[in-house]
Structure formats: C-alpha cells, structure tokens
C-alpha cells in the first residue's frame, strides 16, 4: 500500500458528512454540491448539502497557512506522534481552509494537522473548503447531518472530537442535535485512543464498537493490540472478551473457562445476545428456561436508563426523575 493510500485515512470523519467538490454557479460563486442521492426525491440516502462548504482532497503544496494564527509554538513530540499515527490511520479529521488567489488555499483550522502531515509524507490532504464566515451554520449542518449519515465508530468519534475542537461545540449540544446521550459521545471519543493497529480493525469492520469498549479497558497498548488480534483470530463475542479482561487474562493464549456450576449458552442465544449489546450499548443477558425466557439489559445510570429505553421505544421515553429512584 502507498504511503498516500496510508495517508487518506480509514475514513473522512467530518468529510463523510458534506458533498464532495464544489459547482461553480454565475461569476465565479461556489455552492455547495449536492449529493446525487438527494436527487432521488425525499429517500435522504445521503448528508444533506452544507450552504457555503464542500469537503475536497486538496495538494499540500496548495495550502497556505493562516497569517493570524494566533498559536505560533507547536511541540515538536506531539506533532512526531500526530505524524506517525497519520501514517498508520490516516488523517479522520480534514482541515478547514477556505478558497484563495490562483487556485491556492488558505487555512482556517487545523495547523497541526496540516503540519503533521507534511511530517508524514502527504502529499494530499482531505479539507473542508468553507466560503461562508459564519462559524456556527457549519457547525449546525455538520451537527444535523449526523443523523443523517452512517459512520463507522472511529469516524464518529473523530466528527465529535473536530466539532469540539474547532467548531466549539459542547457535549450536550451533541447529545441533543443528535439524540445520543452523553455517555454515548464520551464512549466513542475514548475509541480515539486506541492503538493504530487496533483503529484500523475498527474502522474495517473487524472489530465492533463493543470490542473496541472492552479493550479501553486495559491500560498496556501492547495487551490491547494482543488481544484484538485474539478477538479476529478466535472470533471472540463482546462478552467473551469482557470476562477475558475481567479476569486479567489479556495475554493468555484461549478463552477463559466458563466455571463448573454455570449453565451453559446456547450458541445462537450468545449471539443474538452480543447483537442486541452492540445495538443498545451495554451488557445484555439472554436466558431461555423450559416454558420461557427473559432478556436482561444492564445501565449505569438513569441517563444511561433513558438512552436505553429511548432505543427500544422512541415513543415510550419520558424524561426519568433521579428523585423518583
């Protein structure tokens, strides 16, 4: 693989959720593009268009930063360790520039990853090209358009961390404009700090968000990256690898043994028990007796309770005094 096919990243991030390229409408004035799939009528297969923004892989070379940048001193081992996680992943969030003299760029935001990948050898870059000014209508349709837009659990976290950092939007603006709970957001910005070589499981679908959960749960990278390679190699479920981390067995060489006195589970009821925890975000348990069954579905927290039921029932959710507990 190129060192530019490494460099455009597992996903787009932010990228994923504008059209792509930018139609030139009367003297010269850039609008958005539409995505074909909006042409279809009111199927909404696709982001809706962002008025003023379009997002683009742009030349390095073509970029020029920003003479009022106010951040003049960048630490060269954090952009070491920006640049070389670039090269593993790929850059999930573009920067943001907006349209100069003689088909030239200039930056808005993100001089460290601009920076960075130089470092790495780009020599393309992913960008949101912005013509509008205003800040916050960016931040808006980028907030509305995921709800719209399917994203693999790495993209997703990386759409949230860029609208944090660079469009100043706060956790609950998130939770709210896309009706996630704050929990949700917390739990898919931590998958950011995952090995590379475990993002890169995520991102291909190897992984799910689930597994990817379970891992943040130790704190050696090298046991991290291990143990993914277990989770692939023996297609371990969620729970399986739960009980493996709970255990300390991370490093071990097979599953952890299922104790004597325990029942043992039906293989299709492991799994449509790790769907449905993959599904809901949390640990569910699936028991089937001879006359009946039950499912049980763990929370941490009333909000926690709410998202849940939320999921299961949209109609049914009303908000859930503490007091009433």
Do not use: C
């Amino acid at each position: 693989m190129s060192q530019q096919r490494r460099g455009r990243g597992l996903g787009k991030g932010l990228g994923a959720l504008i059209p792509t390229g930018p139609i030139v409408d009367g003297p010269g004035i850039i609008v958005p593009a539409m995505d074909t799939a909006l042409a279809v009528g009111e199927q909404n297969l696709g982001p809706s268009p962002v008025v003023g923004a379009y997002f683009q892989e742009i030349p390095i070379s073509r970029i020029d930063p920003n003479p009022r940048q106010p951040r003049t001193i960048f630490d060269d081992i954090a952009l070491d360790e920006l640049a070389a996680s670039i090269r593993e992943v790929g850059l999930l969030q573009p920067i943001v520039v907006r349209p100069a003299h003689e088909g030239r760029f200039e930056l808005i935001m993100g001089e460290r990853r601009w920076r960075a990948s130089q470092m790495a050898g780009l020599t393309e870059i992913p960008a949101i090209v912005r013509s509008t000014q205003d800040d916050e209508l960016l931040r808006d349709a980028l907030i509305e358009n995921l709800q719209r837009e399917q994203l693999n659990p790495l993209e997703e976290g990386a759409a949230y961390q860029q609208l944090l950092d660079d469009f100043g939007a706060t956790h609950e603006q998130l939770a709210q404009r896309i009706g996630r709970s704050r929990p949700h957001i917390s739990n898919t910005l931590r998958l950011l700090n995952l090995p590379p070589d475990v993002q890169k499981r995520v991102a291909a679908g190897l992984l799910s968000a689930g597994h990817a959960r379970a891992l943040l749960s130790l704190d050696d990278s090298a046991a991290q990256e291990q143990l993914a390679r277990r989770i692939v190699a023996e297609g371990l479920s969620v729970r399986t690898v739960e009980e493996i981390v709970a255990v300390g067995d991370a490093k071990a060489g097979g599953a952890p043994r299922e104790r004597a006195a325990k029942k043992p589970v039906a293989p299709a009821l492991r799994h449509l028990a790790d769907r449905l925890s993959d599904h809901f975000e949390t640990k569910v348990k699936v028991d089937l007796g001879r006359r009946k069954g039950r499912i049980v579905v763990e929370f941490a927290t009333i909000d926690d309770l709410e998202r849940i039921i939320g999921t299961m029932a949209p109609e049914a959710a009303t908000p859930i005094s503490p007091e009433g507990y």
